[in-house]
């Protein structure tokens, strides 16, 4: 079973300048995630995606960062302009996760698989 | 909100010894999960370990086990007979067992590195 893939593995720029990420995650997932690691951090939630809508973005810096999920599959992370402060790595995550049902009913463990994640370094 | 805890930024252990990763969490709910995952140098977050928090019985896994105290809302990691292959982070992590989309999500802690002498 393949992965999800992420690309590309590092990126270098300069702050002000635009950066995009790539990931593909496993076939028939349906929920898709962006996180982002900064040094010595745990992972943060930027946004989730489930099929093609958006569940959550709560915590995506959206005067910079914006996502998209073309037609549920593949996303693109983006950040324009960048800052000094967005340096991190940036994890991409899926899950089979189906549609919820009602509010309330409990959840099956649902397993997440990560990719190697995108180093990003802003100078 | 929910929020988790690791307190220690770094462990080391010898080779064949056994460790212990420590985590606590603050939550208002009864229902959720606990996991345990490991990043190498390779950044690809491996899960090692999970508890659902209905059950009494702590997890295990082959040379991993859990100490999970609800009361306290503590949830440790132990790893017995050491192998270098287990030098990496260990992140604990947890998820709310609410079916509601945005709740699927998990919440880190930052982390702790743990090194393993030969």
């Known amino acids: 079973e393949a992965g999800v893939a992420q690309s590309p593995r590092y990126k270098i720029i300069e702050k002000r300048q635009s950066v995009a990420f790539w990931c593909n995650p496993i076939?028939?997932?349906?929920?898709l995630y962006w996180y982002q690691q900064i040094l010595g951090q745990g992972p943060k939630l930027l946004i989730q995606f489930q099929n093609n809508g958006v569940v959550d973005d709560s915590q995506l810096p959206k005067d910079r960062f914006s996502a998209e999920r073309l037609k549920g599959v593949d996303s693109t992370l983006k950040i324009q302009p960048a800052k000094l402060e967005d340096s991190a790595v940036y994890l991409c995550a899926s899950s089979l996760y189906p549609p919820p049902p009602p509010l309330g009913a409990v959840a099956t463990n649902e397993k997440l698989f990560f990719g190697s994640g995108t180093q990003l370094s802003v100078l | 909100a929910q929020t988790v805890t690791q307190s220690q930024p770094e462990m080391s252990v010898q080779e064949a010894e056994t460790v212990t990763l420590s985590c606590t969490y603050d939550t208002s709910e009864s229902d959720y999960y606990l996991f345990w995952y490991k990043q190498p140098p390779s950044r690809q977050m491996i899960l090692v370990i999970r508890q659902e928090a209905y059950k009494q019985q702590n997890a295990t896994e082959n040379r991993f086990s859990v100490n999970f105290q609800k009361a306290a809302k503590s949830f440790s990691l132990k790893i017995s007979d050491s192998q270098l292959g287990d030098a990496a982070m260990y992140f604990c992590a947890y998820r709310s067992a609410l079916w509601a989309g945005a709740n699927s999500k998990l919440t880190f802690g930052k982390g702790i590195t743990l090194s393993v002498r030969p």
């Open positions: 076939s028939g997932h349906a929920t």
